[in-house]
């Protein structure tokens, strides 16, 4: 699809999502992330009524700049959808990475008026990224809208995207390690997060609420273009294992970001998996 540079671009787009049950634990209808199973995966089509529009306040974005999104959320006939369901604690989720990637940011725009959403934000370096606009509008099931834009500015070298074979991290001061059982294409599963004190191996049992829940998972294949967002089986838990049920559509190479919030600040710790 075409990058987004100058002007306006509509998009409609199939994307991936996890599913689970029809209603959350909050009582919203069509809740696309995984709540209390380990369900699994499977294609959602909203090209028929809801499209974005996305639009940078200036003609192209650059790197190490502040740069302001809009997004416009509307019907096929290019009437603003106006009202949305609060899904952990936002209306709207936006998912940006690098084309490899190496950089990954969950962050949430706010709504403003006539179906427009608007963030600032920086890219850290030039080049290609990916947004992800993840939300439900009002009476509706969830949605997925994305668009690949590129970016002005100096470009580094594209990172391989290798799966790995150690699934233990320490990112600030947390030692965490990532177990799935049953791995295999269309199957269902359970990720399980184990976090410890990195210093001291005490496991940490008084993880936070991040968004409503005691963690999330985004995960995207390798050329991202399977789109998943996990909520834990058990939102309330505090530690030091929390798991997510999912399903991973086809055979390859994905990547898992983990988020987590101890001691009020959020953490994410990424992995990469091959999945037969």
Not at 163 to 177: A, H, L, Q, S
Not at 229 to 256: C, D, M, Q, R, W
Request: charged fraction near 20%; hydrophobic fraction near 35%; proline fraction near 6%.
């Amino acid at each position: 699809m075409p990058k987004l540079g100058l002007g306006i671009v509509l998009v409609g787009l199939t994307v991936l999502t996890a599913c689970g049950q029809a209603k959350d634990p909050h009582g919203q209808e069509g809740q696309h992330d995984q709540h209390n199973q380990p369900h699994g995966g499977h294609e959602s089509t909203n090209t028929s009524q809801v499209q974005a529009v996305w639009k940078f306040a200036s003609q192209t974005p650059e790197s190490k700049k502040e740069e302001e999104l809009s997004i416009q959320i509307q019907d096929n006939t290019g009437k603003p959808i106006e009202k949305f369901e609060i899904s952990h604690e936002k209306k709207l989720h936006l998912i940006v990475v690098s084309k490899d990637l190496s950089y990954f940011n969950h962050i949430h725009p706010e709504y403003t008026e006539k179906g427009i959403f608007k963030i600032k934000t920086q890219f850290p370096s030039g080049g290609d990224y990916k947004l992800i606009a993840d939300f439900i509008p009002e009476g509706g099931g969830a949605k997925t809208e994305s668009q690949w834009i590129q970016v002005q500015g100096d470009a580094p070298a594209q990172k391989p995207i290798q799966p790995e074979t150690n699934f233990t991290k320490v990112v600030d001061g947390k030692e965490v390690t990532l177990s799935l059982d049953n791995l295999q294409a269309g199957k269902e599963l359970t990720m399980s997060f184990t976090i410890k004190d990195a210093a001291t191996k005490q496991p940490i049992t008084n993880l936070e609420q991040y968004l409503g829940a005691v963690g999330h998972v985004v995960i995207l294949s390798a050329d991202a273009e399977k789109y998943i967002h996990n909520h834990p089986l058990e939102e309330k838990a505090t530690g030091p294992v929390a798991k997510f049920g999912t399903s991973f559509p086809t055979s390859g190479t994905y990547k898992i970001w983990g988020q987590f919030q101890h001691q009020g600040k959020v953490f994410t710790v990424p992995f990469v998996i091959n999945v037969p």
